[in-house]
């Protein structure tokens, strides 16, 4: 048993998206801040309608996967298949863009707190350009285990190893959804002054993301509001402060491969790119 360490810090920072949607960005805000597979996480927090109302209208995506995880609010997506799903407190979203999807996601209140995250995984050279697939769940579907120290895990997909009990994720093995990067997503819900320790495979890339209280690995501080990136090892070993903690644990096998990025697209190389382009203005990336 090989307790990671953390090794890289990436602080969130202030930016908007969408219609100026106000987020905190720790992956992604840079091409060169990512982890392989995964490509961006943002945490959207506010109870200041000001700072969500306009939301996400219509966009394109191709190339990848966009995991939405809410915490409290309600949020509608729309895509060109016709799906519609109304995300509410606790509830989850899995969509595959594959070779296209183009998709809104607004919030349906007017006032109150909206918080959640997204995050954007990869997909390898050979499914991106798979049929797009999309998936959503709501908190009563999905999986959660007791910890023995009086915490939770909320676990939104892959497997893992968790006070010793083998657990798994709401989106494991769902068709559509190859997992072809074994990603692992849990939501930590932990007691104060507590210790919780979870398995998770060594070949993983991993990291880690405090969005309330304290808490440290191995030892360390994980600041709040960052991505805490780990080193190799098979077990993350996690202790609270003073106060309950709230922790993403995030881990998938990396690809090693190419990845070129403009905006919504994320191919493999310069030319990919500019395929994506010409077929969102020529109206065929959902064809």
Known sequence: ????????????????????VKLRRSLGQRQNLRLDPFLMLDEFYSDNPDDYIAGFPSHPHRGF?????MLAGHMLHEDHLGNRGHLKDGGAQWMTAGSGVIHSEMPQQNAGLLRGFQLWINLPAADKMQQ???????????PRAALHNGGEAVLLAGTATLDGRDISGFFNGLDGIKMTTDPIYI????????HTELRIPADHNAFLYVYDGT??????????AVAAITGRGDTLDIVTGDTPAGVLVL??????EPVVQYGPFVMNSPAEIEQALRDYRDGRLTD
């Open 1 to 20: 048993m090989t307790k990671r360490t953390i090794t890289r810090i990436i602080p969130a920072i202030e930016t908007s998206d969408g219609a100026g």
């Open 65 to 69: 996967e966009t995991v939405t995880y």
């Open 132 to 142: 797009a697939h999309y998936v959503d769940v709501q908190a009563d579907q999905i």
């Open 187 to 194: 939501d930590l819900k932990l007691a104060a002054n507590t």
């Open 215 to 224: 808490a440290s690995l191995a030892g360390t501080a994980l600041p709040p």
């Open 251 to 256: 881990a998938g096998r990396p690809l090693d």
